[in-house]
């Protein structure tokens, strides 16, 4: 696993020893990135985050700074050793708590987010919770970009508050891309 493109281009990501941790596959990673073209500025929330190569990614190309969100210790490892590796340390957050939490925590504290990724563990039925919390929140404006990678099986439910814009599947994954209701698209 590596950085596709960026100042950090290249740069090798420190991976998992266990399964608990599922990586974003670089295909996937670079076909979200391809679609996305410029997020140069944007402030990122990469929830369920992982090694944290969707929120280096977007570091590597330019984003102002991401939060990187995982309730696992050895996640919150590797974000650092990797946010560390390719020299984003002073650009990322990181936080050891649920996506539930981090949610209610960063409305509270009136962050907002251009851009946020949310890649559950497959079939746990993360993704109509964490879709529905974000919906409400005040973490999205009008222009935000929600990107959920989740297991084809599980279909995001329509939700008030956030609309379907887009759907790719490669594999054993689907991307779906979501707008707050009334944005622009």
């Known amino acids: 696993m590596r950085v596709i493109a960026g100042t950090a281009k290249g740069r090798r990501l420190f991976t998992p020893k266990t399964d608990a941790i599922r990586p974003v596959l670089d295909q996937v990673k670079e076909a979200i990135f391809n679609i996305l073209f410029d997020v140069n500025g944007m402030k990122v929330l990469d929830l369920f985050a992982g ?80 879709l529905g919390a974000l919906a409400t929140s005040p973490l999205l404006h009008e222009n935000t970009l929600v990107i959920s990678e989740h297991h084809p099986k599980e279909t995001p439910p329509v939700m008030e508050g956030l609309c379907l814009t887009d759907q790719r599947k490669y594999g054993q994954t689907t991307i779906s891309f979501f707008k707050k209701s009334g944005g622009k698209i």
Not at 103 to 125: A, G, M, T
């Open 51 to 130: 090694t944290g190569a969707m929120g280096i990614e977007a570091l590597s190309r330019g984003a102002q700074y991401a939060y990187f969100v995982d309730v696992l210790k050895g996640a919150v490892r590797l974000i650092g050793k990797n946010l560390e590796s390719c020299h984003f340390a002073e650009q990322g957050t990181v936080l050891e708590m649920t996506a539930a939490k981090a949610i209610r925590i960063l409305s509270e504290q009136k962050k907002e987010f251009d851009l946020i990724f949310v890649d559950p563990p497959y079939e746990k039925h993360f993704i109509k919770k964490t």
